[in-house]
């Protein structure tokens, strides 16, 4: 019986034991699981753009007047050459009562002005005949030495200040004469207008062949010189404007490839870079934050009708592919931390964390390149955190 006891009481005390020393005994940290594998790899830069005309022609007034109004609609044809609008001298002027009193009074001024010039002019040349004559005189007394040369020299002088005034007054009998058919037109479309009649009408024509794109002002009414009417362009001659911060510009050189998502199409379009701009300038982004930016071109590599439902102004997204390769060994961005000068990941050797010093290539935001440190195949922790080190038993979720 006693023998029976001692060994109940050492089988007791031994479960005892191995159950403490199971409780404390370390468990395994559940951990996500990725793996290192060969796949193609891109180094992009993802900016917002926007469409837009490669040639693109604003229209405007040429002079004040009232504007008729415009018949055509955004994405009409327009020949080169062909009137666009028609602008007709300021109605509100030309028909005001007091405005066709002032172009008669003005009419009748210019007339006065025009006989006052022609009176003016007669006298001059009367003076003009009178100086030739006068010097005609002395050059015979001359020639007799009754007066002296000075005397000749004086008369020359006064014939030709004569010359001048009679030139002079010639130019101001023409002035006059344009006044006064200025003011003859003025009164005259006046008068039209007042009777009911049409009026001069200065057509706008387009400067080239394209399609309307935007109509800036439709309906009659005033406009000032140089308004914008409406613009033209070729929509089948699509660019995207990108701006990228100047520390991304740096690196796109003209001739990189682009992919274009997001677009509203079914697939991405690819493009390519044609200009990156020499001039930065300053925007304020939607957090409040000054950044420095550049304007980037980017050309439409892929056929017409992979985009053709794109036109002026559209929103895309633009990825720049800055590098890329088609078989690089790659591991989750997550699955790396920093690892005194270098880096490093947990690699899982059977139940254990095991670390790895691996050396990095190229970065393309959620995957890295792996230079050396792992191999295809490899099983690593994809989010390690303070509770993995190395030797640790894990466990895969």
Same mark, same amino acid.
């Given at each position: 019986?006693?023998?029976?006891?001692?060994?109940?009481?050492?089988?007791?005390?031994?479960?005892?034991?191995?159950?403490?020393?199971?409780?404390?005994?370390?468990?395994?940290?559940?951990?996500?699981?990725? %793996?290192?594998?060969?796949?193609?790899?891109?180094?992009?830069?993802?900016? @917002?753009?926007?469409?837009?005309?490669?040639?693109?022609?604003?229209? $405007?007034?040429?002079?004040?007047?009232?504007? =008729?109004?415009?018949?055509?609609?955004?994405?009409?044809?327009?020949?080169?050459?062909? !009137?666009?609008?028609?602008?007709?001298?300021?109605?509100?002027?030309?028909?005001?009562?007091?405005?066709?009193? +002032?172009? +008669?009074? *003005?009419?009748? #001024?210019?007339?006065?002005?025009?006989?006052?010039? *022609?009176?003016?002019?007669?006298?001059?040349?009367? &003076?003009?005949?009178?100086?030739?004559? @006068?010097?005609?005189?002395?050059? &015979?007394?001359?020639?007799?030495?009754?007066?002296?040369?000075?005397?000749?020299?004086?008369?020359?002088?006064?014939?030709? =200040?004569?010359?001048?005034?009679?030139?002079?007054? *010639? /130019?101001?009998?023409?002035?006059?004469?344009?006044?006064?058919?200025?003011?003859?037109?003025?009164?005259?479309?006046?008068?039209?207008?007042?009777?009911?009649?049409?009026? %001069?009408?200065?057509?706008? =024509?387009?400067?080239?062949?394209?399609?309307?794109?935007?109509?800036?002002? @439709? $309906?009659?009414?005033?406009?000032?010189?140089?308004?914008?009417?409406?613009?033209?362009?070729?929509?089948?001659?699509? %660019?995207?404007?990108?701006?990228?911060?100047?520390? /991304?510009?740096?690196?796109? &050189?003209?001739?990189?490839?682009?992919?274009?998502?997001?677009?509203?199409?079914?697939?991405?379009?690819?493009?390519?870079?044609?200009?990156?701009?020499?001039?930065?300038?300053?925007?304020?982004?939607?957090?409040? !934050?000054?950044?420095?930016?550049?304007?980037?071109?980017?050309?439409?590599?892929?056929?017409?009708?992979?985009? #053709?439902?794109?036109?002026?102004?559209?929103?895309?997204?633009? =990825?720049?592919?800055?590098?890329?390769?088609?078989?690089?060994?790659?591991?989750?961005?997550?699955?790396?931390?920093?690892?005194?000068?270098?880096?490093?990941?947990?690699?899982?050797?059977?139940?254990?964390?095991?670390?790895?010093?691996? %050396?990095?290539? *190229?970065?393309?935001?959620?995957?890295?390149?792996?230079?050396?440190?792992?191999?295809?195949?490899?099983?690593?922790?994809?989010?390690?955190?303070?509770?993995?080190?190395?030797? !640790?038993?894990?466990?895969?979720?």
């Amino acid at each position: 019986m006693r023998l029976r006891a001692k060994i109940g009481m050492l089988a007791t005390a031994a479960v005892v034991a191995a159950g403490l020393a199971l409780g404390f005994m370390p468990r395994a940290v559940p951990v996500d699981v990725a %793996e290192a594998a060969r796949a193609p790899l891109a180094v992009t830069v993802e900016e @917002e753009g926007k469409t837009r005309v490669r040639e693109r022609y604003t229209v $405007s007034a040429p002079v004040a007047g009232y504007l =008729r109004r415009i018949d055509l609609k955004a994405g009409d044809a327009v020949a080169a050459g062909q !009137v666009v609008a028609v602008i007709e001298p300021a109605r509100s002027v030309a028909l005001d009562p007091r405005t066709r009193a +002032q172009a +008669q009074a *003005q009419a009748r #001024a210019a007339q006065a002005a025009l006989a006052a010039a *022609q009176e003016n002019a007669r006298a001059a040349s009367a &003076a003009a005949q009178l100086a030739q004559q @006068e010097r005609a005189r002395v050059e &015979a007394l001359r020639q007799s030495n009754f007066v002296s040369a000075q005397a000749l020299d004086s008369a020359r002088t006064a014939e030709t =200040r004569a010359r001048a005034a009679e030139a002079a007054v *010639q /130019h101001a009998v023409r002035v006059a004469r344009f006044d006064l058919a200025t003011a003859q037109a003025a009164v005259a479309s006046t008068d039209r207008l007042q009777a009911g009649g049409t009026t %001069e009408q200065m057509p706008v =024509r387009a400067p080239v062949a394209a399609h309307v794109l935007k109509l800036l002002h @439709e $309906s009659e009414g005033a406009v000032t010189a140089g308004q914008p009417l409406l613009d033209i362009g070729d929509p089948a001659s699509l %660019e995207i404007e990108v701006e990228v911060l100047s520390t /991304h510009a740096v690196k796109i &050189a003209p001739g990189s490839k682009v992919i274009l998502d997001r677009w509203g199409g079914e697939r991405p379009v690819e493009g390519r870079v044609r200009v990156v701009e020499p001039s930065g300038f300053t925007k304020i982004s939607a957090l409040g !934050v000054e950044e420095q930016r550049v304007r980037v071109i980017v050309d439409f590599a892929a056929p017409r009708e992979a985009w #053709a439902r794109l036109g002026d102004g559209y929103r895309v997204e633009a =990825r720049f592919v800055l590098w890329e390769g088609q078989d690089v060994l790659q591991l989750p961005t997550s699955a790396l931390f920093r690892q005194g000068e270098g880096w490093a990941a947990f690699v899982i050797d059977g139940r254990r964390a095991r670390l790895a010093p691996v %050396e990095l290539g *190229q970065r393309a935001g959620l995957a890295t390149e792996v230079l050396s440190g792992l191999a295809a195949g490899d099983k690593v922790v994809a989010h390690p955190d303070e509770t993995i080190k190395d030797g !640790v038993r894990v466990k895969p979720r």
